[in-house]
C-alpha cells in the first residue's frame, strides 16, 4: 500500500525565485492537504484540495497556490520566495467519506530560501 | 477555532521510565483526538487516535484516554525505549478541517 509520497526531498532557492512542490496522496485517498512546518514549530495549514478545487485555506499570502490532478495528486506553488519560507512543507491525505481527518502525512520537502 | 497546548519540552527520560505528555484541548463540540510523532529528520506518523469521550487510542506502547471532562488527552506509555526519541503533536481534528497542531513535546531517551 503506496504512502504519500513527496518531491524533491530538499530544495534550495533564492529569494525572489519560484519553487513547486509535488505530492502524492495515499492509495485510495481523494483529499489533499499542505502544512508548513518552521523550524522548531508543529505544521501550520496552507490550504486543501478536494476535487481538484481549493476547498479550505489558512492564513497564508497569495504567493501560495495549489493545484489537484484528476489523479489527485497535487502541486503547491510558492512565488516571489522570501527567507521566512523556509520551512519543511507537508502534504496529508485523506478519504473525505470517512470524515477526512484521519490525515497521513508524506515525508515532507524541505525548502531553504537563501 | 479548535486549539490545543501540550506541555513545554524537551523531556528527558532514561530508558524504561514511564512517560506522560500532557495534551488539553479547546473545541466546540468534540473533535476526534490525535496524536502523532515526527521522528528525527521525517513527516508526521499517526500514531494513535480518539473519535468520542472515553474512547481510548493505542499503539505501539503508547495509550491516550478521551477525557471530555478536562478535555484532555494525556499521552502515555509504560516505558520508554531510546527509539522513542522524537517529537510528539496533539491536535484536534473534525470532519474535512485541518488539523490544528501545538509545538509538540520534544522527548529525548537516553540509555
Known amino acids: 500500500d503506496a504512502g504519500v509520497t513527496q518531491s524533491p526531498t530538499h530544495l534550495i532557492k533564492t529569494r525572489g525565485q519560484q519553487v513547486t512542490l509535488r505530492c502524492s496522496p495515499k492509495?485510495?485517498?481523494?483529499?489533499v492537504s499542505w502544512y508548513q512546518q518552521a523550524l522548531g514549530q508543529g505544521p501550520q495549514f496552507i490550504f486543501q484540495?478536494?476535487?481538484?478545487?481549493?476547498?479550505q485555506r489558512g492564513n497564508f499570502p497569495d504567493r501560495f497556490s495549489g493545484h489537484q490532478f484528476p489523479n489527485y495528486s497535487s502541486e503547491l506553488n510558492v512565488n516571489a520566495l522570501l527567507l521566512g519560507d523556509s520551512a519543511l512543507y507537508l502534504c496529508?491525505?485523506?478519504?473525505?467519506?470517512?470524515?477526512?481527518?484521519?490525515?497521513?502525512f508524506g515525508p515532507g520537502t524541505r525548502l531553504t530560501v537563501t | 477555532g479548535d486549539s490545543v497546548t501540550q506541555m513545554e519540552g524537551p523531556v528527558t527520560l532514561s530508558e524504561e521510565a514511564f512517560l506522560t505528555i500532557n495534551c488539553t484541548y479547546t473545541a466546540t463540540g468534540y473533535p476526534s483526538l490525535f496524536w502523532y510523532v515526527q521522528y528525527p529528520g521525517e513527516g508526521l506518523q499517526l500514531l494513535l487516535k480518539?473519535?468520542?469521550?472515553?474512547d481510548k487510542g493505542s499503539n505501539k506502547g503508547f495509550e491516550a484516554t478521551y477525557r471530555k471532562e478536562t478535555t484532555s488527552f494525556h499521552l502515555e506509555k509504560g516505558s520508554v525505549q531510546v527509539s522513542d526519541s522524537a517529537v510528539y503533536f496533539c491536535?484536534?481534528?473534525?470532519?474535512?478541517?485541518?488539523?490544528?497542531f501545538g509545538k509538540g513535546t520534544r522527548l529525548s531517551v537516553i540509555a
Open positions: 491536535a484536534p481534528g473534525r470532519g474535512n478541517t485541518p488539523l490544528v
Open positions: 484540495y478536494y476535487e481538484e478545487e481549493e476547498r
Open positions: 492509495s485510495g485517498h481523494d483529499t
Open positions: 480518539a473519535t468520542k469521550a472515553d
Open positions: 496529508a491525505s485523506s478519504l473525505v467519506v470517512t470524515g477526512g481527518h484521519e490525515q497521513y
